[in-house]
């Protein structure tokens, strides 16, 4: 059987972590530039000159190191998408020997590299996107550094310092902003790099298994049961569709789809069914769990949160706001292991973490 939760283990997770480190990299280096000389309280016109004159060379910074960081992760996308493929074509081939298909076609086409293709430019293209958005959002939290601290300096609301720190928060809390999906919900910039590497890798597992079955004179797939489903997946379990949408007995592929199965975070899969050798599927259901999927969103959350904390204090620029990051840090921490020893759940430290394996 394949899933499109088989993206998480090819690229998924690795695009969570190389984006993260990003946005790290981009807050340490807002910070190198703000901080210089911000503990200063005089010749504020002065200072506010030389930060302006300093915006060049950090947006140059963001672009030899940030973003080139970004594109080197562009080959190895499109592997994975290539990859996860090439593993559904694998699966669907292994449905078939079980059902007792002696002949079965295995050769990777041209119309199958079309498809690998297909998708992996339009992943490539999705997170060459958010590029642009890292600089441009890194250039106006420096902008409002400036200014924000001129104007509340001068009104004697609160010092430069404070003020940079306030701006650097804000950054830090939202993260690169603005990424949107098909069904408009919005997303930061890791869990978009996430999101979008785990549909695309996900639906290549998913296409290449279909096209497998379909390559072999197979229409039929019945779709798995998983005990955390979403209320989205919850009535295509354990359902029979048709690949070609031509079955006057079982609805479509693609009205599933269309209905939400297969999703970004999905974990279910589909075999090739074969009327009268396929196990008689029914109705009846192994898995009874309907509060799953809230508890894995409760562990998501706390991730966050951990994640958050740990850029506040990449983006501290004193000890006392590091140490009042750290706190909070070990605050989410310490409610993760209760959260997931109240829950018998695996904890995921890998996705704590903002920084990616160089």
Known sequence: MITPNTGERLIADEARRIYAEAELRTIEKLVKYINQGTDAEEYSQMWAQQKLSDLRKLKGEINE???AYLKNFDDEV????????????????????????????????????????????????KLDSTHLRILRQSEDVYREVI??????????????????????????NRGVTGFTDSAGRSWS?????????????????IDGHLDRAKENGKDLVIVSEHGEECVLCRPWERQILSISGNSNEYPS??????????????????????????????????????????????????????RKWK?????????KEEQK?????????????????KTDRRRKYEREQINAVR
């Open 65 to 67: 190191d940030v973003i």
């Open 78 to 125: 499109m592997e994975a998408v290539d990859e996860a493929y090439k593993l559904g074509q694998k699966s669907a081939e292994a449905d078939l020997r079980k059902v007792g298909q002696l002949e079965v076609s295995g050769q990777f086409t041209a119309t199958n590299q079309r498809t690998v293709e297909a998708l992996a430019s339009d992943l490539v293209n």
């Open 147 to 172: 200014g924000e601290a001129t104007q509340n300096l001068a009104a004697g609301v609160e010092t430069r310092q404070e003020a940079a720190q306030s701006a650097l928060n804000k950054f830090a």
């Open 189 to 205: 910039l890791p869990s978009y790099a996430e999101m979008a590497t785990r549909t695309a890798s996900g639906r290549a597992a």
């Open 253 to 306: 592929m693609s009205e599933a789809r269309a209905a939400g199965l297969f999703h970004a975070n999905c974990r279910h899969s589909v075999s090739v069914y074969i009327p009268e050798l396929t196990e008689d599927v029914g109705n009846k259901k192994k898995y009874q769990d309907p509060d799953g999927s809230e508890v894995r969103q409760t562990q998501r959350y706390n991730e966050r949160q951990i």
């Open 311 to 319: 850029k506040r204090k990449v983006a501290a620029l004193t000890d």
């Open 325 to 341: 990051a750290q706190r909070y840090i070990s605050k989410w921490q310490k409610k993760q292991r209760d959260f997931l020893d």
